[in-house]
């Protein structure tokens, strides 16, 4: 079961969602396709939307399921080589995944991440957006393009972004920002 399928099996209770660190501070690397290490996370799944759905009610899922696991063989190699800090590849692969299913967040995360690390902060920024037109409560894309404004001193969007992150329950910024004393 991939990450984006937990949080579908988990909507609509108010339980915490397991998800990496990684994917609520951006800092660490890529999530592989169902196998990202597990941490608690203060994120219920009430609040996660997702429009892939609504995109895909009426679709056949014989029809869906060969994009998507197509889309997850490149993904899966495009995590490979980011393993191998080879980011150029990896961003190779993740597009191609994205270009089979253009709603696959994970691979959007993934190649956010491999841009931030060769430095293609505008590219990282694009992806992390695109994140959240499909899944606008996914907290880690708000999280991550706050730091990357951030390092390109747009301090405005950045704000916007970690007040956002704080409002889907990312204690870090909550916390951050009341220290600060600005409301979210």
């Known amino acids: 079961m991939g990450f984006?399928?937990?949080f579908k099996k988990n909507r609509g209770t108010d339980q915490p969602v397991n998800i990496p660190r990684d994917l609520v501070t951006g800092d660490a690397g890529p999530i592989e396709a169902g196998r990202a290490?597990?941490?608690?996370?203060?994120?219920?799944?009430?609040v996660f939307e997702d429009s892939r759905e609504k995109k895909d009610q009426g679709r056949s899922t014989s029809y869906m399921q060969p994009r998507r696991e197509e889309a997850e063989s490149y993904f899966r190699r495009g995590n490979a080589?980011?393993?191998?800090?080879?980011y150029e590849r990896s961003i190779q692969d993740y597009s191609r995944a994205i270009d089979v299913f253009p709603e696959y967040i994970e691979?959007?995360?993934?190649?956010?991440?491999?841009y931030k690390f060769i430095?293609?902060?505008?590219?990282?920024?694009?992806?992390?957006?695109?994140?959240?037109?499909?899944?606008?409560?996914?907290?880690?894309?708000?999280?991550g393009r706050a730091k990357l404004y951030t390092a390109l001193s747009d301090h405005v969007s950045a704000l916007e972004d970690m007040k956002m992150a704080a409002r889907l329950g990312l204690k870090e910024y909550q916390d951050l920002l009341k220290?600060?004393?600005?409301e979210w």
């Open 107 to 114: 691979a959007y995360y993934n190649r956010a991440i491999a």
């Open 81 to 86: 080589y980011f393993k191998l800090q080879n």
């Open 4 to 6: 984006f399928d937990r």
């Open 179 to 182: 220290a600060k004393g600005i």
């Open 119 to 143: 430095d293609n902060y505008l590219k990282a920024i694009e992806d992390y957006s695109q994140i959240v037109e499909i899944a606008p409560n996914f907290v880690a894309a708000y999280a």
């Open 37 to 46: 290490e597990e941490r608690d996370s203060s994120i219920p799944v009430a």
